[in-house]
């Protein structure tokens, strides 16, 4: 009898450690990540952009804080991509140009965001684009238990927001991540092509009077690499912008404009979902996109070149009706960062393996400094097919750098605060010889310590 009172004790007590467990976990944020596709950062109202408006976006920017200089691992969609759902940059994952969705690519060693969340007692879920180098239907591998609407066709956007509500239905009593991928703004692609349109349909540019104005930068810059425009004779489907002329540009800008309007729809629909389920108050909202756009600056359609606007990309984290709008001017790397600062939220411990930072420090304490320098990189390719171009860029409050391992003029240093355009390429003026020299041998430890094999200079 003794024995058994033992135990129905050592039962109860276990019971009531259970009860504990799961009360702890219950009580945890939901986490929901809401990427565009090819998204500059500048395309939002929230960020003083008169030529568009995104009241989704600004609900987000003003119940939360914006990182005004976020930027992208890699300005191409599966190797940020990639970045972003393993917190390794391209160089490391080996993902370096787009990849087709294929088994046998991603390494067994390399934890994927939602095998990470669905082991930390996470619901996860995944809408929308995929392209990444993994199957969707690979569940075991990337670990987003709910998987839908990953497939190419029309108007996926449009349904995207009811697959999310449909997750957050049903997984509204327990703690879940969710991504909700959308591929607009890139229609721009189709649009700048004459193609028609995946997303939406857009009415006709209006005459060029009622579009646009161009940026100052709007222009190919002095000293540019010649290796920038070798890219674009590539493919002309691609860059089908050569040559254009002032009104062109303001008619790209202009549709580029709308489909940026567009997926603004969408992504309220789903933050409406939070609200009619009741679980706004609990939930963390990342906001961010795969990469930029050229956004019509330095003659530009597209990503891959390491200007601002191909590589800075919005980011927000937002909690409605709990937070106040802040922005920070914090360095961001979408592709590294997003893990570490989701499991922070959520906590779970991140990979010991991960060098990213955890932006819940930054936020609680904006006293807290987590980077005062960004390395970023390109690997130019005709979608799938690699041309052999690679690129780095250092980053710093002040100023910019970027290297190409080819060409006569390699290396570009813009003073980001002076020229935010990146216009004057100070890296042919000896008077910022000093700064280039710092910058070079910045760049020449970063990869020695990071395992990257690219640095560019030939003596």
Same mark, same amino acid.
Request: aromatic share 10%; charged share 25%.
């Given at each position: 009898?003794?024995?058994?009172?033992?135990?129905?004790?050592?039962?109860?007590?276990? $019971?009531?450690?259970?009860?504990?467990?799961?009360?702890?976990?219950?009580?945890?944020?939901?986490?929901?990540?809401?990427?565009?596709? &090819?998204?500059?950062?500048?395309?939002?109202?929230?960020?003083? #952009?008169?030529?568009?408006?995104?009241?989704?976006?600004?609900?987000?920017?003003?119940?939360?804080?914006?990182?005004?200089?976020?930027?992208?691992?890699?300005?191409?969609?599966?190797?940020?991509?990639?970045?972003?759902?393993?917190?390794?940059?391209?160089?490391?994952?080996?993902?370096?140009?787009?990849?087709?969705?294929?088994?046998?690519?991603?390494?067994?060693?390399?934890?994927?965001?939602? %095998?990470?969340?669905?082991?930390?007692?996470?619901?996860?879920?995944?809408?929308?684009?995929?392209?990444?180098?993994?199957?969707?239907?690979?569940?075991?591998?990337?670990?987003?238990?709910?998987?839908?609407?990953?497939?190419?066709? !029309?108007?996926?956007?449009? /349904?995207?927001?009811?697959?999310?509500?449909?997750?957050?239905?049903?997984?509204? =009593?327990?703690?879940?991540?969710?991504?909700?991928?959308?591929?607009?703004?890139?229609?721009?692609?189709?649009? +700048?092509?004459?193609?028609?349109?995946?997303?939406? /349909?857009?009415?006709?540019?209006?005459?060029?009077?009622?579009?646009?104005?161009?940026?100052? #930068?709007?222009?190919?810059?002095?000293?540019?690499?010649?290796?920038?425009?070798?890219?674009?004779?590539?493919?002309?489907?691609?860059?089908?912008?050569? $040559?254009? !002329?002032?009104?062109?540009?303001?008619?790209?800008?202009?549709?580029?404009?709308?489909?940026?309007?567009?997926?603004?729809?969408?992504?309220?629909?789903?933050?409406?979902?939070?609200?009619?389920?009741?679980?706004?108050?609990?939930?963390?909202?990342?906001?961010?996109?795969?990469?930029?756009?050229?956004?019509?600056?330095?003659?530009?359609?597209?990503?891959?070149?390491?200007?601002?606007?191909?590589?800075?990309?919005?980011?927000?984290?937002?909690?409605?009706?709990?937070?106040?709008?802040?922005? *920070?001017? &914090?360095? /961001?790397?979408?592709?590294?960062?997003?893990?570490?600062?989701?499991?922070?939220?959520?906590?779970?411990?991140?990979? +010991?393996?991960?060098?990213?930072?955890?932006?819940?420090?930054?936020?609680?304490?904006?006293?807290?400094?987590?980077? !005062?320098?960004? /390395?970023?990189?390109? =690997?130019?390719? *005709?979608?799938?097919?690699?041309?052999?171009?690679?690129?780095? +860029?250092?980053?710093?409050?002040?100023?910019?750098?970027?290297?190409? !391992? %080819?060409?006569?003029?390699?290396?570009?240093?813009?003073?980001?605060?002076? *020229?935010?355009?990146?216009?004057?390429?100070?890296?042919?003026?000896?008077?910022?010889?000093?700064?280039?020299?710092?910058?070079?041998?910045?760049?020449?430890?970063?990869?020695?310590?990071?395992?990257?094999?690219?640095?560019?200079?030939?003596?």
């Amino acid at each position: 009898m003794k024995g058994l009172l033992i135990a129905v004790t050592l039962l109860a007590g276990f $019971g009531n450690v259970g009860a504990q467990a799961q009360k702890a976990i219950a009580s945890k944020p939901n986490i929901i990540i809401i990427m565009t596709d &090819q998204q500059t950062a500048d395309a939002m109202s929230n960020a003083g #952009n008169k030529d568009l408006h995104t009241p989704a976006m600004d609900k987000l920017a003003a119940n939360g804080t914006r990182f005004t200089r976020a930027y992208c691992a890699q300005p191409l969609c599966t190797p940020s991509r990639s970045a972003i759902f393993s917190g390794k940059m391209p160089h490391e994952s080996g993902f370096t140009g787009n990849a087709p969705e294929k088994d046998g690519q991603w390494p067994d060693s390399v934890l994927m965001m939602g %095998k990470i969340f669905k082991a930390g007692g996470y619901k996860t879920g995944y809408v929308g684009k995929w392209h990444l180098p993994v199957p969707a239907t690979k569940i075991e591998q990337h670990g987003f238990e709910t998987i839908s609407n990953t497939g190419p066709g !029309d108007y996926t956007d449009a /349904v995207t927001p009811s697959h999310c509500a449909a997750f957050i239905k049903k997984n509204k =009593d327990n703690p879940f991540l969710l991504v909700a991928s959308f591929l607009n703004p890139h229609d721009i692609c189709e649009w +700048a092509r004459g193609d028609n349109l995946k997303m939406d /349909v857009i009415d006709a540019s209006p005459d060029t009077a009622l579009c646009p104005k161009l940026p100052a #930068n709007w222009r190919i810059s002095p000293n540019e690499p010649a290796i920038i425009r070798e890219q674009q004779k590539v493919s002309p489907r691609t860059y089908p912008s050569v $040559g254009w !002329d002032e009104a062109q540009w303001r008619k790209y800008r202009w549709a580029y404009n709308r489909l940026v309007e567009k997926v603004d729809n969408y992504v309220a629909m789903v933050l409406g979902s939070l609200k009619k389920y009741g679980i706004e108050d609990n939930t963390i909202i990342i906001f961010t996109s795969d990469h930029g756009d050229g956004y019509a600056a330095h003659e530009w359609n597209q990503k891959q070149v390491l200007y601002e606007e191909s590589a800075k990309i919005p980011f927000m984290i937002s909690k409605i009706g709990q937070w106040k709008a802040k922005t *920070d001017d &914090q360095l /961001v790397c979408n592709g590294i960062d997003i893990i570490p600062t989701i499991c922070g939220f959520a906590g779970i411990e991140a990979p +010991a393996y991960l060098k990213g930072a955890n932006l819940k420090e930054r936020i609680e304490n904006p006293r807290v400094n987590l980077r !005062d320098t960004l /390395v970023i990189e390109t =690997d130019f390719a *005709d979608n799938e097919v690699l041309l052999g171009i690679k690129g780095r +860029a250092v980053i710093t409050k002040e100023f910019k750098y970027i290297v190409y !391992d %080819k060409g006569e003029i390699k290396e570009q240093l813009f003073s980001l605060q002076n *020229d935010p355009g990146e216009m004057d390429n100070l890296a042919v003026k000896a008077s910022h010889k000093k700064t280039l020299n710092q910058m070079r041998a910045y760049l020449k430890k970063w990869c020695k310590e990071h395992q990257d094999s690219f640095y560019a200079l030939k003596k």
